[in-house]
Nanobody, 115 residues
């Protein structure tokens, strides 16, 4: 079973930056789409950003221009660079990977934006 492990979360002040990483336990070539979702307290999980195997990117309107998703196939890892963070970005961020046979989730990493 492939595992996805997120890292890089933490406490940051408004306006600050963080970079999240999601490392897969095997090659990510077979995943057609990988992405980041987030879930704030009391809210539903929502899509943040996705990247396809061809490196096509898509972003939620709320993060467009502030967040950047990328992938490093050699390291079996995707990243989420988050700039100009706002308190409303506070959430648990989950890595997601989709193949033709399965959808996988990581356990999440907490991002807290607060002064």
């Amino acid at each position: 079973q492939v595992q996805l492990v997120e890292s890089g979360g933490g406490l940051v002040q408004p306006g600050g930056s963080l970079r999240l990483s999601c490392a897969a336990s095997r090659s990510i070539f077979s995943f057609t789409v990988m992405g980041w979702y987030r879930q704030a307290p009391g809210k539903q999980r929502e899509l943040v950003a996705t990247i396809t195997s061809g490196s096509n990117r898509d972003y939620a309107d709320s993060v467009e221009g502030r967040f950047t998703i990328s992938r490093d196939n050699a390291k079996n890892t995707i990243y989420l660079r988050m700039n100009s963070l706002k308190p409303e970005d506070t959430a648990v961020y989950y890595c997601n990977a989709k193949s033709v046979v399965a959808t996988l989730w990581g356990k999440g990493t907490l991002v807290t934006v607060s002064s």
